[in-house]
């Protein structure tokens, strides 16, 4: 009888264990998520500042992790603005100037129309665990969600975080906060995902709140209007004669 309870102690054990997923098997359920072969979207940006609350909307198509375009379509001031971005380089269009920019070097770490996003962080790849090693450190309840809590330190140095924290939902695998920090431990920005939904069989933010830790006012919202997954694109959308267009 002794032995028996010990088995079934220690099958109870190994149980418990095995429902425990890796920092890294949580990570990559997170990256299928957001990463898909190719998507359409219409977003909204709200711009909370120091001197007040702008609001922009854009229509981006993205292939992959590696190519994406944006064009803004208001207020009539951004209006025409486009974003290209091909791998590791990105070009701006600015209609009232008509010129094409590229911005490189420490011209990305320079603010995306005014947000709390940099043009560093548009230009992130989305798979992060191409960029960090995650470790599952903890556990704890978001707005009533149980989440796993993760510490993503970054595999090399050229990159705009040396580690993030995440809150990671346990059932929908969206992080529902996050932390993102210099490498001598300084707090940068964080991202809270205020509101979700479900497009098919996966799980997408509907609105969050993105703020620079740096910067006064109270971030900037992005709530995603209508999202599209696996669409077709065609080619020509992904070339700088887009941008003129």
């Known amino acids: 009888m002794k032995h028996l309870i010990i088995f079934i102690m220690f099958i109870s054990c190994c149980s418990l264990y095995a429902e425990k997923p890796s920092g890294k098997v ?3 359920r997170v990256d299928s998520n957001y990463v898909s072969e190719n998507r359409k979207a219409v977003t909204t940006m709200i711009i909370k500042g120091r001197r007040g609350t702008r609001t ?3 229509q981006s198509w993205i292939h992959g992790t590696k190519k994406s375009f944006t064009e803004y379509l208001l207020p009539p001031r951004e209006k025409g603005i486009k974003m290209l971005k091909l791998g590791d380089e990105l070009w701006i ?3 009232s100037t008509d010129r094409t920019i590229r911005i490189a070097g420490h011209m990305l770490r320079q603010s995306l129309m005014g947000s709390d996003v ?5 230009m992130e790849d989305p798979r992060l665990t191409n960029i960090y090693e995650p470790i599952l450190i903890g556990e704890e309840k978001i707005d009533d969600r149980n989440c796993y809590i993760l510490e993503l ?3 090399k140095e050229d990159v705009a975080y040396h580690s993030r924290k995440m809150w990671v939902d346990k059932e929908r695998y969206l992080p529902l906060r ?5 490498k001598g431990g300084k707090l940068l920005k964080s991202l809270v995902i205020n509101k979700i ?3 098919g069989e996966r799980w997408y933010p509907k609105k969050m709140t993105f703020k620079d830790e740096l910067k006064q006012g109270s971030g900037t919202e992005f709530i995603i209007d209508s999202i599209e997954f696996n669409v077709k694109i065609p080619d020509h959308i992904f070339s700088k004669a887009s941008l003129r267009r």
Do not use: G
């Not at 940099?118 to 548009?122: I, K, L, T």
């Not at 996050?178 to 210099?182: D, I, M, P, Q, V």
């Open 118 to 122: 940099s043009y560093e962080d548009y």
């Open 153 to 155: 330190t970054a595999k």
């Open 93 to 95: 269009y600015s209609p």
């Open 178 to 182: 996050e932390e993102r920090y210099a």
């Open 56 to 58: 922009l909307k854009a």
């Open 197 to 199: 939904f479900k497009v």
């Open 26 to 28: 949580i990570m990559e």
